[in-house]
């Protein structure tokens, strides 16, 4: 495989080229594949309003899982207090939502605890919420997370050598019209893995056995599920012990990640790690392909041997379905003006966003629907007046993304400042509170909610405004105009309706202490 030494170092390197492209990438798959990363610096607490005592919050553990499944069988199970079934991640945090919806990863305890609310529960809301989120949760592991696994493999691949690697190589899967077919290899990946883990040694072992499966498929999609594995297997064969002292090396940073409050591995382990695994790969690929049993099926000698003087993979040879599918992205022109009407209807369409995105937090957490916010129509503006700044008037930063994720921080913090100090003095009442997070001021802004935001500007610049555009650009302008003006009526009535009629209640709003 190498000197560790020597691929540790090589890796340094590509990590330092677009590096903040790297960050961003690898920190989008994370909460996509792997449940979003934890940022609760310290335990979250809440107060429980007839009593204001302070909670602490704790996730369900896949064992508490089991253990509620199992011990509500028997006579001795003894039913959760009103005070604990309070305990609920609430509030309407973006960061809380992408920590705890994706909390568990699993289908398989989803299915459990499915089983676990219709026989023992009672609760009809309850179980077909749980069922529909489990058969979601499957979709989207087989369709999205594993897939884009290989999407991330293709990125670091390419990234290895041409420096101007494009965010977009993370759809090459879908791109290249092999989406089914390389989540059907990816699903028995994770089926096999999952069966060997029960026996815990062979699961140890069949980690690196199938470890480079991803990076076979990224390099060739069209690798039948046996080539793939037998591929991974070979390549991996009297390496896996190299493998894993590689992993050992990272250890130490890991460590100390607790310390850093998940810093460390936001913004250098995680993508020093795949940068790390992609080099190793190729090393592999060098030394074996000429060895192993179908390793000629291994042709993408672009992705090892630069001898283009161009900074990006050449366009002219890929597959023809990906050149073919690749042309949607010329649209996605995110160095654009918007028109007035259209900034109208961004408004609106990120105030929307806004408010979908902390309803389905609270009924896929508590089976209910609850109305967040202010106002009584479906719309957050504090959403929509962050989104209009950070893809109108930060227009001249788009060339330089590192400003542009600091500028979207910045604004997102003082517009949920802001929003908070004067919805307090106006109703007497927090409609969010941070109390209990690391580096909170107030408890009205927090440093792990501003990361995600920061994030979630970052990617709504650069790719969601630019689709929507283009969708609002096949609406005539007259009936644009028309909708805008109707938006804008509606949501003025509903402005002065809820200045005296404030929507409040529980999951919404708590008194002030």
Not at 1 to 27: A, D, Q, W
Not at 166 to 195: C, D, E, N, W
Not at 396 to 410: D, E, H, I, Q
Request: contains cysteine; hydrophobic residues 45%.
């Amino acid at each position: 495989m190498g000197s560790h030494r020597e691929i540790l170092k090589t890796s340094l390197k590509r990590l330092k080229v677009h590096y903040f492209y790297n960050v961003v990438i690898v920190f989008l798959i994370a909460i996509i594949v792997s449940g979003g990363y934890n940022y609760t610096m310290l335990n979250r607490t809440d107060y429980v309003s007839n009593n204001s005592a302070m909670l602490e919050i704790k996730h369900k553990t896949n064992y508490e899982v089991l253990d509620e499944f199992f011990n509500k069988r028997n006579m001795y199970y003894v039913p959760a207090s009103p005070e604990t079934m309070q305990e609920k991640y609430s509030r309407g945090v973006l960061s809380v939502f992408v920590n705890e919806i994706t909390g568990s990863g699993s289908f398989g305890f989803g299915i459990l605890n499915g089983i676990n609310k219709i026989m023992f529960g009672g609760s009809i809301s309850e179980w077909v919420t749980i069922f529909l989120m489990a058969v979601l949760s499957l979709f989207i592991t087989v369709y999205f997370k594993n897939v884009l696994l290989v999407g991330k493999s293709r990125y670091f691949m390419e990234h290895r050598l041409y420096d101007d690697t494009k965010v977009g190589t993370l759809m090459f899967p879908y791109l290249t019209g092999h989406t089914r077919h390389i989540a059907h290899v990816m699903f028995l990946r994770s089926i096999k893995q999952v069966l060997w883990n029960l026996t815990i040694v062979g699961g140890f072992y069949k980690h690196y056995e199938y470890m480079m499966i991803p990076y076979v498929l990224a390099e060739n999609p069209n690798l039948t599920a046996k080539q793939a594995f037998k591929l991974s297997k070979d390549l991996m064969m009297n390496d896996k012990r190299n493998m894993f002292k590689l992993d050992l090396l990272l250890l130490p940073i890991a460590m100390i990640d607790g310390f850093t409050f998940h810093l460390s591995s936001l913004f250098f382990l995680n993508p020093y790690r795949d940068c790390v695994y992609a080099q190793a790969y190729a090393n592999l690929r060098e030394n074996k392909r000429e060895s192993i049993e179908n390793g000629l099926l291994l042709y993408d000698d672009l992705l090892y041997d630069n001898n283009y003087d161009v900074e990006s993979y050449p366009e002219d040879k890929c597959p023809t379905k990906f050149l073919d599918r690749l042309k949607w992205l010329s649209i996605i022109d995110y160095d654009r003006n918007y028109t007035l009407e259209t900034s109208v209807l961004f408004f609106f369409f990120f105030s929307f966003i806004g408010w979908f995105w902390e309803v389905l937090f609270y009924m896929v957490n508590e089976g209910r629907f609850i109305n967040r916010g202010t106002l009584l129509g479906p719309w957050l503006p504090i959403y929509g007046v962050a989104g209009i700044i950070i893809v109108v008037f930060l227009r001249g930063l788009r060339k330089n993304p590192a400003m542009m994720f600091t500028s979207t921080v910045v604004v997102c913090g003082t517009v949920e400042y802001m929003t908070s100090w004067i919805l307090e003095k106006c109703f007497g009442l927090k409609w969010w509170d941070y109390e209990g997070y690391f580096m909170n001021l107030n408890g009205r802004i927090c440093l792990e909610g501003l990361l995600v935001f920061g994030m979630a500007g970052v990617l709504m610049t650069y790719f969601l405004a630019p689709i929507v555009d283009n969708l609002f650009k096949k609406i005539p302008n007259k009936a644009k105009r028309v909708i805008g003006i109707i938006l804008i009526i509606v949501f003025i009535i509903d402005v002065i309706y809820s200045a005296g009629h404030p929507n409040v209640g529980d999951g919404v709003t708590e008194n002030l202490i």
